[in-house]
């Protein structure tokens, strides 16, 4: 039987810049969600307060590996769970409740986030 030993050497520094790469793809992921949510022109608009002003993207948690898309006025709440209302569309024609549903699992943007993360990472790392 012969022995074999082997050395592992681990580049912090570059372990490091990925890291940070990651944490910078999160946070335009967010920002790309946000802006296709817009684009979209589903959300209630009729002053654009929601959509525009009240609606961000909140990076505070991002190292951990967290961001959201927060919708921050009182009414948001009643407008997202009650699909059911009868919504203004003079300025956004698809408004309606529930209008982040399509980038979960099962919609019909579930893989938006994955994708766009996957090359805005790309593009960070340099990779």
Excluded: C
């Excluded at 580049?11 to 940070?20: C, D, E, Y």
């Excluded at 002053?47 to 009240?54: A, I, K, T, V, Y």
Aim: proline residues 3%; neutral net charge; hydrophobic residues 30%.
């Amino acid at each position: 039987m012969k022995n074999v030993s082997s050395t592992v050497t681990l580049n912090l520094g570059k372990i490091s810049q990925l890291n940070r790469a990651a944490v910078r793809a999160l946070e335009q992921t967010a920002e790309a969600v946000h802006s296709d949510l817009q684009q979209a022109q589903t959300m209630p608009f009729r002053s654009g307060n929601l959509q525009n002003e009240s609606t961000f993207v909140d990076t505070s948690d991002s190292s951990q590996g967290t961001v959201r898309v927060v919708s921050s006025t009182a009414y948001a709440r009643r407008l997202y769970y009650h699909p059911e209302y009868n919504f203004y569309t003079g300025e956004n024609p698809h408004a309606g409740g529930e209008w982040l549903e399509p980038y979960t699992e099962g919609g019909s943007k579930a893989d938006f986030a994955k994708n766009a993360f996957k090359t805005l990472y790309k593009k960070e790392a340099g990779v």
